[in-house]
């Protein structure tokens, strides 16, 4: 949904506030070159394997302002997490940090970060093996998400509700 980078550090550059990462390692690279993301969503696993000390260390430091846990089935986007989600955005307006931990899986959460996201926003969730995808939240970005979550099986208009959208 966007361009791959392997420097966090090129990423940021490119990237538009507020910016929302998806995944512990996505999370993790942007920590350790001093760019916070506004929101994190980490559920302390990579490629279905438990992230390494040193990564959920550099999280755990108190880099973010506050931390939301939630509950999220693997496959599912739960009414929680997406809630959180939407709190978490509208709080990187005023300033806050949130990271969202995650009992489950974050994996789906891109799709409702980019929904949730303001216009002009940037997500950042990991390509596994290649590096980190930077996806510049515009209007046509919005309107893919908009159709795929269309397209999916669940009730999508508490969804939409969810997300104050």
């Known amino acids: 949904m966007g361009e791959v980078y392997t420097d ?36 302390g696993q990579t490629k279905r394997s438990a992230i390494e000390d ?16 939630v509950v999220n089935a693997a496959a599912g986007l739960s009414a929680t997490l997406l809630s959180a989600l939407s709190t978490a955005v509208d709080a990187a307006d005023d300033g806050a ?9 974050e994996d789906l959460a891109t799709l409702p970060a980019i929904a949730a996201a303001p216009s002009g926003a940037s997500v950042v969730y990991g390509q ?3 590096g980190m995808v930077l ?13 795929l979550f269309d397209r999916m099986d669940g009730d999508t208009e508490r969804l939409w509700d969810l997300l104050g959208g």
């Open 97 to 105: 940090s949130t990271i969202i931990v995650v009992d489950g899986e």
């Open 54 to 69: 040193h990564v959920q260390e550099a999280i755990d430091e108190g880099v973010f302002g506050r931390e939301v846990e």
């Open 128 to 130: 596994p093996d290649e």
């Open 135 to 147: 996806v510049a939240c515009d209007d046509e970005v919005k309107a893919r998400v908009t159709d």
């Open 8 to 43: 966090a550090d090129a990423l940021f550059s490119a990237a538009k506030l507020p910016v929302i990462a998806v995944g512990d390692i996505v999370t993790y690279h942007l920590i350790e070159a001093d760019h916070r993301p506004d929101v994190a969503l980490i559920d």
